[in-house]
């Protein structure tokens, strides 16, 4: 079992910030925010991140697994976050969990 920390040092009751510590030590953090709207709700995952000599070890999964848990208790209707295309390994894990591509971001470098 991970030592998951829910962190409620909150910007706004909108966000929370999870980390997982290792003797003392953050070797994993997710940080997330709530939406809520006529229309909609959810939690979104901003960020997410492990150390690398932790990688799969099920930190990412038991993050993930936490804030589904609370995103549930807000009763909120599903989870949305954004991943890079070049990073494939992230995208395999989250498709593994059973997050599904729901659409594509595009960006223009401005110089």
């Known amino acids: 079992m991970l030592n998951i920390k829910k962190n409620f040092l909150r910007f706004s009751k909108k966000s929370i910030l999870l980390v997982d510590e ?3 030590i953050i070797v994993g953090f997710l940080y997330g925010t ?5 229309y909609d709700s ?3 995952i901003e960020v997410i991140y492990v150390e690398k000599d932790h990688r799969r070890k099920g930190v990412a999964t038991e993050l993930m697994r936490e804030f589904t848990k609370i995103v549930k208790k807000k009763r909120l209707k599903k989870i949305q976050l954004s991943v890079n295309v070049k990073n494939v390994e992230a995208f395999e894990f989250y498709k593994k969990i059973g997050y599904e591509l729901h659409h594509y971001d595009m960006k223009k470098e401005l110089k």
């Open 22 to 24: 290792e003797r003392g």
């Open 34 to 38: 709530f939406f809520k709207n006529l």
């Open 42 to 44: 959810g939690g979104f």
